[in-house]
């Protein structure tokens, strides 16, 4: 292993490529690749890889991006691929189709901005417009998280009881583009925490079958409840592959949740992605002044982690959510999501949504520090806070 300094972007090129690399042995790899503002390096990144074994096709448009590698997969390749912002939206179709296949492919998705108007910076709603699609969702906060989870994501969609495609995301700019040290672990140690894919349902010569056929009702459903059982065994293999992690790489990869100073907390910010660094800060500043306060960061959005959630939260009287996303007339996803959680389990907990830093807008401390005396404040929950970056 090496550390080096390197950005988010070559990180998670450098993740899908060596990911890629291990299944040499078994029906190697494919991408599908095509451009766009702020992920273009990451597939650049994967063209220039010296692969033993792979096809990188480079293609027309983002949904050939990912039809190429949908037929990877059936296939029994590796596949994996990255996007961003209108170009997920235009993959959006294909995106269904892999999920609906159970096929275990990877994308690295840059959060940027939907437009028009046009605006490349971050912003969440590009991969939480696909929140209803069955496929496994990760924010990730940090270079190093956006390298590990990528790995991680492999054997999860990989294994035989979840085979469901997974997403890693990152902030555009703040993560993709920003340096940073970065344990970059080398070809045999990935070959080792990452098994040769063997995809039970592939296309073989000797066994024709055909897809995504016309079906009556009642097996439509049943796949539909198969991938639900699928999602519901995810927080079990999650366990399994991070203890994997740590035994091979030594290092802890994190879980669906992350947190800090909740054991007691009468107040917990819920935040996700790099908004959490600066609220961590704040945080840890708060609870040396000796006010109860905690963060909870959600790394894995879908399946949502409802029951790590509530146990965070426990001690809570208050709970403030900062949405880098919006759907419209409604408020932040992740705000929905934490209301849904405690519905029917906790009557006594005021749940404020605050939207802040959509559309690339600066989180700054001295907002995190506005949101706190906002919420400490509140004696009744009001429509989501709109946070403008001053």
């Given at each position: ?221 049943s796949l539909r409840q198969e991938i639900d059982e699928a999602m519901g065994r995810v927080d079990e293999v999650l366990a399994e592959c991070r203890t994997a992690f740590v035994d091979v790489f030594d290092r802890d990869p994190g879980g669906a949740v992350e947190t800090l100073g909740t054991e007691d907390a009468e107040i917990v910010i819920i935040a996700s992605s790099s908004i959490a660094t600066t609220v961590r800060e704040i945080v840890k500043q708060r609870r040396r002044a000796g006010e109860k306060i905690g963060l909870v960061k959600i790394k894995m ?90």
């Open positions: 292993m090496s550390i080096e300094v390197v950005s988010g972007n070559h990180a998670a090129g450098y993740a899908l490529s060596v990911a890629g690399e291990a299944n040499r042995g078994a029906r190697g790899a494919s991408c599908g690749i095509y451009p766009i503002t702020p992920q273009t390096e990451i597939v650049e990144y994967v063209a220039s890889f010296p692969f033993h074994k792979s096809r990188v096709v480079p293609v027309e448009s983002e949904h050939s991006a990912m039809a190429v590698s949908i037929g990877a997969s059936l296939a029994g390749a590796r596949a994996f691929t990255a996007s961003s912002s209108n170009g997920i939206a235009y993959m959006v179709e294909n995106i269904m189709v892999a999920g609906y296949y159970r096929l275990p492919i990877v994308m690295v998705a840059v959060n940027r901005t939907l437009g028009p108007p046009w605006n490349i910076w971050a912003d969440q709603g590009d991969t939480l417009m696909l929140r209803d699609f069955p496929w496994i969702q990760f924010y990730c906060e940090s270079n190093q998280e956006v390298l590990d989870t990528t790995l991680l994501a492999f054997r999860l969609a990989e294994d035989h009881r979840i085979l469901l495609p997974a997403l890693v995301a990152m902030d555009a700019f703040i993560v993709s583009h920003t340096q940073a040290e970065t344990v970059l672990p080398d070809q045999p140690t990935v070959d080792r925490y990452l098994p040769e894919l063997d995809l039970p349902h592939r296309l073989r010569h000797e066994d024709p079958k055909t897809l995504g056929g016309l079906v009556w009702p009642e097996v439509a459903m959005f879908r399946p949502f982690p409802e029951q790590a959630l509530r146990e965070a939260c426990r001690t809570a009287r208050k709970v403030a959510i900062l949405d880098r996303n919006y759907a419209a007339g409604v408020g932040g996803v992740f705000w929905q999501e934490t209301k849904a959680a405690f519905q029917g389990h906790r009557d006594d907990l005021l749940v404020q949504n605050y939207l802040t830093g959509l559309c690339g807008g600066d989180v700054t401390p001295a907002m995190v520090e506005e949101i706190i005396a906002d919420v400490i404040a509140r004696s009744a929950e009001t429509k989501p806070v709109w946070m403008a970056t001053q």
